[in-house]
Each structure stands twice: as C-alpha cells, then as structure tokens.
C-alpha cells in the first residue's frame, strides 16, 4: 500500500507506504511497478480514522497505535504490510504536525455484528525509525563465497577495530551509522525507503541526520572505551546506549525541522507546521544539557549552559487541567564521586576519596546520600576524569531536594512540543513560573473528542532562569573535598 491518508478536518493523519516489488534482488526508489494493492484513501471511502495516540520518550524512541473502521470492500490484511513505512501527525488549528517516522509492525482485525449490522475494525501500531537499529545486530550471519563475513567477522572487525576506539560521539555514530554503511558496501544496504515516501534518500542511513551539535568534545578529558562490548545478537539501539556514556549524555530519536535542536530552538512553536516534506528523521547526541556552575568546565556554564537555550514552550495554567508533581528523597544527594568501571579498585579507591564532593551540613541533617556517577571510558589524565564527571553531576544534581517531577495533561493538543525540550508554566508573575524538562511526550486524538498531549516531566523549579541559577551557585559553594 503506497499511502494511506486521513483527512485534514480530522485532526490527525496516519499516513503508510508500502514498499515497490524486488527490482534485481533489491528495493528501487522509483523503479518498478507500484504493488498491487496501492490505493489512497481519505476517508471518503468508508475507511475512517478512529483513535491514533503516539508516544516519544527519552533513549527509547516513539511508539504508536491506531484504530480505524474499515468497509466490507477492504482488506486490512491483505492491502495493509507489515514493514510497511509510516508517518503519524497531529493537526493543530489546521497546522499539520508529524510526531513520528516509524514502520508498521503489529495488525489486527476485529468484526463485531449487532442489530445486523457488521462494525469492522482494524488495529495497528509500530514505533519510530529507531526500530532500525532496534532489529538490527551486531552480526551479519550470512556466508558469501566472495565475501565471507561470518568466517571472518569481516563487518564487526572493519567497525570495531576502525571506529570503536575514540570518543562516546565517535563510536555512537560507528554503531549507529557506519555499520550500516559498511553492510552496504557488501550489497545488503539494510532499510530501504519506498519510493513513495517524502523522505529524501533512498534507505534510512540516506535520509538520516545525525545532530550532535551538543556534544561537547572540546572541553572534555580524552576518554577511549574500556572494553569491547561488541558481543554477536547485541541489537545496535543497545550497543549504542551502552556506548554512549549514559550518565553524562543523551541519545534521543526523534522528528525535527531541518537544522535539527538549533533550528527547532529557533521557533520552538513551528508556526508553520512540521509537514512530511519537512520532516527529518534526526538522531541526537548530546551531553545532558543540565545547568552548570563550576570552574573548570569549559564556557558553556552558568546563564550561557545550554539549558537555557533549549527550545522552551509557555503554556498558561488555564490550559492545563490536571497537573501532578512528586519529590522524592531518592533524587536527593549531599555527596557526589565518580569512578570508572575499569580503573583497578586500589586506583579507583584513592582517587575517589580524594575527590569525593559533600554538604558537610546537609550530611549532618541528612546522612550519607551519596551519588555513585561511573563511566565505561577512561582517560590517560584520570585525575582530571574524576574531578570534571564528579563536578558535573555535582551541578546538575545538587538541587535535586528542591526540584520535582510528574507529569502534566494539556487541555489540547501540543504537537510541537518534542522530548528534550523545557516548559514554562507561567504563574501570576515570572517569580511563580514553574520550568520543566520534557523526558516523554504522549498525543492521543480520538474521533469527535479532539486531541491531548501528556507530558512526562522533571527536574522541575519554581521561579525564573536567573533565580535558578542563583540558587545553584550558592549551592555549589557549600560543597568541599574535605570534611
């Protein structure tokens, strides 16, 4: 099935494109003939669009579900394939929005008979483009006379020996990148495209972007991995998350205007709407973008940390109709140390107490609560490792007794809204502000009820940026190395 679309009044369209026949043993954008069962629908065919919800969260990527009704005539199963490409959209005020990218990979169909009339129903779901590397190993099992990978682990020793040594920026993009650049240059590039799609390349690896604008390499201490975790069956989404030195970054999959983070900070509301032809399907690794405050770690700290440039969203109290917050002394800490997983334990005991963090007064009031922050890579220079890592999560964390998560339900739909984004609340005046990291978003649109967004939230604060970055300095400053 080449596209199937609902129509623009419903505040949602679902969108599928199927795939053309085999052309020599591979898929050809734009060659060979369209499949059999490619039609278009708009729903004035008796196929009608009924529910469609899509979730984004942070490292997991998207999912997302649909229910439609479809007539006797029509044949879900058969005209509906599975693998089959998707595009999922939320209208606002007229404005189309695409909020995922992703393949099909559930179908079901129900038949309910009542009254003597027959209620047909078909289920779908899947989840975003990072099902790519969800599905895909760390191995090529397929023995070629000419090129016998599984003989000589030809793939896995090209991209573990080559790219796997540096950087956690260098090796995500080995894993997530590269690897499939190198099954193609054995005749299997993996994920093509139907010629069909808005897309603009042939497979996935054309048509992606990787924006990892917020990485930091200049500043950080040169680090290399401490062990190959290369292991054959290893899905790459996995690898890359381990790889990518989880408790300093963030690996996030998601559709974004062209220009990635920056473009989409630019003009956070998109007023002009993300449509299909718009659309990327855009990776992005970045450190955590947490405010930081202390010497030592570059320029991009206090007002010019890259928190506060983050695409941010103001919605009023009035549009949100139930709102939950929790704080929890679990996201509470007085002592902060870092440690790499590798160092030998007499090493890593030295350096830790010499470089362990601490609220001595808050330690008295609170007892030890203390944050472990470990690394898979290790530097030349781990002196200057332990103490940079210890003073990051010292800044980004220090006020965690004073911050909240939850989430918030919206009184409409915000589709514009993206996972790594901040929301202001705004309050009475800027002081009674409340500012959020958006870690999940959540559409559901139904038939006749119109669309919400919910949103996952945390690290959240009352008041304005200058307010918060006040309290942070003063609370960096009760920390000490020593007791």
């Known amino acids: 099935m080449s596209s199937f679309v609902r129509s623009e009044r419903s505040g949602a369209s679902l969108s599928i494109y ?100 027959t209620t047909r129903s078909c289920f779908l779901g899947g989840g975003g483009f990072e099902l790519v590397w969800k599905q895909t190993k760390w191995w090529f099992n397929v023995l070629r006379r000419s090129t016998p990978e599984n003989a000589t682990n030809a793939l896995i020793k090209q991209v573990g020996n080559e790219y796997l040594l540096g950087s956690p920026r260098d090796n995500v993009d080995a894993i997530l990148t590269k690897y499939l650049a190198i099954m193609g240059s054995f005749d299997r590039a993996p994920y093509a495209l139907p010629y069909t799609m808005p897309a603009s390349g042939d ?38 998350q381990e790889y990518q030195d989880g408790m300093f970054t963030e690996l996030l999959a998601d559709v974004l205007p062209a220009g990635g983070i920056a473009a989409y900070a630019q003009s956070p509301d998109m007023a002009a709407g993300l449509p299909p032809q718009k659309a990327e399907m855009t990776l992005v690794f970045r450190d955590k973008p947490f405010p930081l405050v202390s010497a030592g770690l570059g320029t991009r700290r206090g007002r010019a940390s890259p928190y506060f440039s983050l695409p941010t969203h103001y919605i009023d109290r009035a549009d949100i109709p139930t709102l939950s917050f929790a704080a929890s002394e679990e996201e509470t800490f007085n002592t902060f140390s870092f440690a790499n997983v590798g160092s030998q334990e007499g090493v890593r005991s030295a350096i830790e107490a010499q470089y362990v963090q601490w609220n001595t007064d808050l330690l008295r009031e609170q007892g030890l609560l203390k944050l472990d922050a470990t690394s898979m890579y290790y530097s030349n220079d781990l002196t200057r490792q332990y103490d940079y890592n210890r003073k990051r999560v010292r800044d980004w964390y220090c006020l965690g007794r004073l911050q909240f998560s939850g989430s918030v339900m919206l009184a409409r739909g915000y589709p514009q809204i993206k996972v790594g984004s901040r929301v202001v609340i705004r309050g009475d005046t800027p002081a009674e502000n409340v500012t959020l990291y958006v870690e999940s978003v959540r559409h559901m649109w139904r038939a006749g009820g119109g669309m919400q967004t919910t949103l996952d939230v945390t690290r959240g604060y009352r008041g304005t940026d200058a307010q918060h970055l006040a309290r942070l300095e003063s609370e960096a400053r009760e920390y000490s190395d020593s007791f």
């Open 18 to 117: 199927g795939f053309t026949r085999p052309v020599l043993g591979a898929y050809s954008r734009g060659v060979g003939p369209s499949p059999p069962t490619a039609r278009r629908v708009d729903g004035t065919d008796g196929l009608e669009l009924v529910t469609l919800s899509c979730v984004t969260s942070m490292g997991a990527g998207s999912g997302w579900q649909a229910t439609l009704k479809y007539p006797a005539t029509f044949d879900p199963m058969e005209e509906i394939e599975l693998g089959a490409w998707v595009y999922v959209s939320f209208l606002r005020d007229g404005v189309e929005y695409v909020t995922c990218i992703g393949r099909l990979t559930q179908r079901s169909i129900q038949e309910a008979s009542a009254g003597g009339a």
């Open 203 to 240: 497979t996935v690896l054309a048509a992606l972007v990787l924006d990892d604008s917020g990485y930091d390499a200049t500043t950080l201490p040169v680090t290399q991995p401490i062990a190959s975790a290369a292991y054959p069956n290893v899905d790459l989404w996995s690898l890359a």
